[in-house]
T-cell receptor
């Protein structure tokens, strides 16, 4: 079975440019998560969707970041304009919905997008 | 919100046992998960504890004590391929909050 698919795997761009990261979750999973990983801040949740609806975007750093999930098989994370401090590995993960009684299901991560803003 | 603390690094030899502790402060806590991440790779799920006690999965076991806000991951019969970072993550609702990660270095 195909796992979570992210594209591009690597992106190098200049400051001020728009960056769009893409994610295809595992078929049948109805929760999707965007994370950012840096040495300084570790693995941070940016936003998550349940049934294509954004549930919690409290981790989105600022208005330059936006995320959409137009359907169950596709999501984007956009940075506009990009800045050098946005350089990080961005992971998308998907899972089945929350467990009955609370708690979550195992999250399956994509291979990540390594973003460098010059 | 949640915060989780774990040691930054552990070194051990092949065949040894390593215990990675995780303490947490959290509201709305449902359970504790553990993920493994090799250098340059993606996090992969290892285990989840919703109830107090020990969960065993092969060479890896995970423990949770809600009264102590504490859990640990036990790696037994260490192999070179176990060299990786290990993250505890607290669950609140459908969200995970990750600890800073423990880098495990296995030496021959």
């Amino acid at each position: 079975d195909a796992g979570v698919i992210q594209s591009p795997r690597h992106e190098v761009t200049e400051m001020g440019q728009e960056v769009t990261l893409r994610c295809k979750p595992i078929s049948g999973h109805n929760s999707l998560f965007w994370y950012r990983q840096t040495m300084m801040r570790g693995l941070e949740l940016l936003i998550y969707f349940n049934n294509n609806v954004p549930i919690d975007d409290s981790g989105m750093p600022e208005d330059r970041f936006s995320a959409k999930m137009p359907n169950a098989s596709f999501s984007t994370l956009k940075i506009q304009p990009s800045e050098p401090r946005d350089s990080a590995v961005y992971f998308c993960a998907s899972s089945l919905g929350p467990r009955q009684g609370g708690g979550n299901q195992p999250q399956h991560f994509g291979d990540g997008t390594r973003l460098s803003i010059l | 919100g949640q915060s989780l603390e774990q040691p930054s690094e552990v070194t051990a030899v092949e065949g040894a046992i390593v215990q990675i502790n995780c303490t947490y402060q959290t509201s709305g806590f449902y359970g504790l998960s553990w993920y493994q991440q090799h250098d340059g790779g993606a996090p992969t799920f290892l285990s989840y504890n919703a109830l107090d006690g020990l969960e065993e999965t092969g060479r890896f076991s995970s423990f949770l004590s809600r009264s102590d806000s504490y859990g640990y991951l036990l790696l037994q019969e260490l192999q070179m391929k176990d060299s990786a970072s290990y993250f505890c993550a607290g669950t609140a609702g459908n969200k995970l909050t990750f600890g800073g990660g423990t880098r495990v270095l296995v030496k021959p």
